[in-house]
């Protein structure tokens, strides 16, 4: 059973910095994209970050030169580093994982989210 685990949320101070951990495991036999998404209260879920096996990666407009995403294969793992962030940068984190597991079933996964709370 794949699961997702996210780490390192929390309330920080505008211009500050934090950096999101998730976690996979579970029957894994490769992971083809991470992907980190937002959601703020009342509003859709967004597509913050990406990267996909290739090591290409793909941010949303409001957090390119900010954020960065990267992955550690080895670890099942894909970070977020968020710096510089506003207020506007609050909301629950999600991350999100292609997945192909030990069966050779390729589906997508959901992370539980991580809450980020930036003030003023």
């Known amino acids: 059973q794949v699961q997702l685990v996210e780490s390192g949320g929390g309330l920080v101070q505008a211009g500050g910095s934090l950096r999101l951990t998730c976690s996979a495991s579970g029957g894994i036999s490769r992971i083809n994209a991470w992907y980190w998404y937002r959601q703020a209260p009342g509003k859709q879920r967004d597509l913050v970050a990406v990267?996909?096996?290739?090591?290409?990666?793909d941010y949303g407009e409001s957090v390119k030169g900010r954020f960065t995403i990267s992955r550690d294969n080895a670890e099942n793992t894909v970070h977020l580093q968020m710096n510089n962030l506003e207020p506007e940068d609050t909301a629950i984190y999600y991350c999100k994982a292609d997945i192909r597991n030990n069966r050779a079933v390729t589906g997508s996964y959901w992370g539980q989210g991580t809450q980020v709370t930036v003030s003023t």
């Open positions: 990267t996909v096996s290739g090591g290409n990666t």
